[in-house]
């Protein structure tokens, strides 16, 4: 049986694990590259198998880094199953559509620049994420990807086929996130067990569940985004939170909060809601400024037996957790556009790193000012603009304009969707000694090494850190 490595290898995005069992041929996860332009670039290499030869996608999550490619695949011949939970299967709708959407119409934009030569798009200029390039997929793509879906719930063992059995758990990571077992019968007759984790979500985390653990598994692919560090916890995290919405409402200036459509907003509106509800803050605007996080968002009003006991017991009591007085779901371009005259308020609005969509017109807007004040809820990948601002650096480009950041830059990595390093450790302690290796991805390159030892003396396991594309025989 070969397992092949296609992607976030030494690195955060790209997730797409290849396994030829002999008999059958299967993806967990397919996902888009992002960040500085030598990664994002390969988003337009071919696949290192042959896309028709698939028999299916296993998908984790429906993060982009997850499932971005999986259109690529249908336009390129496969017609297989896809197979994940239904929230994953719904979000990941929006998330591909929202994608084909935004690169033809920055595809369109470029194009029209080119041919009235108004000026070359610089690619370094902030935003221009797909400028200068073809899209990789269409609206049509993406249905035509939808139509594979195939829907089972968390703790089913299911023979997918003679040979392979496989179990989805719940990752905790956004809602519908799951964890991958697979049983693989080797020509030999016998059974080999290995786990993808998937991304992990953080313990305590409101709105999804804590990770499951799992026992035994002969081989384990684990994320390490956050190998090397420990999160803020949870309550010093809410008081640094509501320490800037009341310093900034004081003070009226805003509160940017770049944030992902899926999960990140909801969890920070959860936290916002308990605190208006609470009359902790009361008078506060907020606005969403984001149709595809308000999509996302009924998404997550449909599935609540996806929650973890904190969200259902406020449903319980007749409180929308996503709902509180003085939140403005903002729709259209003209509404947003007349934010700008607003002061004291919170505006959440995406992409969650920057690379785009309506945060970069209020950074540009606001970006300058002392009483501004900047929130990041979520991972920055390197070589973002998200990044270079977390990064502190003083001076940034936006839409072709240079910008001194005099704003105050608030990292809140309470609200992170993974699991800090003492996470990821707990996790990876409750597969005991039955591992024969264990595969560390979905971190950059030095946290990866770094992480992968600590593991490899802690629990006296043979760690292996892949390259792109490296393909492993699993005996
Ligand atoms: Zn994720």
């Known amino acids: 049986m070969k397992l092949k490595f296609c992607g976030a290898t030494r690195t955060v995005t790209g997730s797409c694990y290849y396994i030829d069992t002999g008999e059958f041929k299967f993806l967990v996860d ?77 595809y369109e934009r470029w194009s029209a620049r080119r041919k009235n030569k108004d000026r070359d798009v610089d690619p370094s200029e902030e935003g ?50 799951a964890m991958m077992e697979f049983w693989i019968k080797t020509k030999e007759g016998r059974t080999r067990k290995i786990v993808f984790s998937g ?27 956050y190998g090397n560090r420990l999160h803020k916890s949870r309550d010093e995290t809410l008081l640094e939170f509501l320490a800037v919405l009341k310093q900034a409402k004081e003070e009226q200036g805003n509160v940017l909060i770049p944030s992902f459509a899926v999960e990140r907003t909801q969890e920070v509106l959860y936290e916002i809601n308990l605190f208006v509800e609470n009359k902790i803050i009361e008078g506060m605007e907020v606005f969403l400024d984001s149709p595809m996080a308000s999509k996302a968002t009924e998404v997550f009003k449909k599935y609540p037996t996806f929650y973890d006991e904190d969200a259902r017991r406020l449903l319980e009591k007749g409180d929308d957790p996503f709902n509180f007085p003085g939140l403005v779901m903002v729709d259209s371009a003209e509404e947003s556009k007349r934010l700008i005259s607003k002061k004291g308020v919170v505006i959440i609005a995406g992409s969650g790193m920057c690379t785009g969509g309506r945060i970069v017109h209020h950074i540009k807007n606001h970006i ?65 000694h039955s591992p024969k290796k264990i595969f560390i991805v979905h971190a950059d390159e030095e946290i990866a090494i770094g992480f992968g030892s600590n593991i490899r003396s802690e629990l006296g396991i043979e760690v292996d850190i892949p390259k792109l594309n490296e393909e492993f025989e699993l005996k």
């Open 128 to 177: 221009s994420l797909y400028a200068n390039r073809v899209p990789l997929f269409s609206e049509e793509d993406v249905q035509a990807a939808l139509d594979l879906f195939e829907i089972y719930p968390y703790g089913a063992s299911v023979d997918i086929k003679k040979g392979v059995e496989f179990r989805m758990r719940d990752a905790g990571h956004i809602l519908g996130s």
């Open 30 to 106: 397919c996902g888009a590259f992002q960040g500085k332009e030598e990664i994002d670039k390969l988003n337009y290499e071919p696949f290192p198998f042959d896309p028709a030869q698939l028999d299916a996608v296993f998908l984790t999550h429906a993060h982009y880094d997850h499932c971005g490619r999986i259109p690529i695949l249908v336009k390129q011949g496969f017609n297989g199953k896809v197979i994940s939970t239904q929230p994953t299967r719904d979000l990941a709708e929006i998330v591909l559509l929202d994608s084909a959407h935004l690169q033809k119409e920055e």
């Open 368 to 432: 300058e000012k002392s009483n501004t004040h900047m929130l990041f809820v979520g991972y920055q990948v390197e070589g973002t603009l998200g990044r270079r601002i977390v990064d502190k650096q003083k001076e940034i480009r936006v839409m072709g304009n240079k910008l001194a950041v005099n704003a105050h830059i608030h990292t809140l990595g309470g609200f992170s969707a993974h699991g800090d390093q003492r996470d990821l450790r707990y996790w990876l302690r409750s597969f005991g």
């Open 199 to 225: 991304d992990i979500g953080q313990p305590g985390a409101r709105i999804v569940r804590d990770p499951d653990l799992i026992r035994e598994a002969d081989y384990v692919v684990c994320e390490a985004t």
